[in-house]
């Protein structure tokens, strides 16, 4: 069983930054990918950044360049840093965790809401 929160969101104006975090907590055996997905109001839930077990990274092109997916083993932490934020990337970002198991397991945070506006 994993246990994730999220932390890190707020109001900020266009342009500005933001760093949200996922503290995982259980057991992370055969966790194959960790990553954030963002949903605004009335739109479907969407991947936005996903880190894999070998470091390997995706990002959906609309954030390529701006947001920067990564973790820290030590502290079973990941983080999602945010430049130059636009009015589009408001939502409630939530943070996941893919267990390859049988049957796979998919674990999410209760998620952190990111508001971009002046």
């Known amino acids: 069983q994993v246990q994730l929160v999220e932390s890190g969101g707020g109001l900020v104006q266009p342009g500005g930054s933001l760093t949200l975090s996922c503290a995982a907590s259980?057991?992370?055996?055969?966790?194959?990918?960790m990553g954030w997905y963002r949903q605004a109001p009335g739109k479907q839930r969407e991947l936005v950044a996903r880190?894999?077990?070998?470091?390997?990274?995706y990002y959906i092109n609309s954030v390529k360049g701006r947001f920067t997916i990564s973790r820290d083993n030590a502290k079973n932490t990941m983080y999602l840093q945010m430049n130059s934020l636009k009015p589009e990337d408001t939502g409630v970002y939530s943070c996941?965790?893919?267990?390859?198991?049988?049957?796979?397991?998919?674990?999410w945070g209760s998620g952190t809401l990111v508001s971009v506006s002046s």
């Open positions: 259980g057991s992370m055996f055969n966790i194959y990918a």
């Open positions: 996941n965790a893919h267990q390859f198991t049988s049957p796979f397991k998919d674990y």
């Open positions: 880190i894999f077990s070998d470091d390997s990274t």
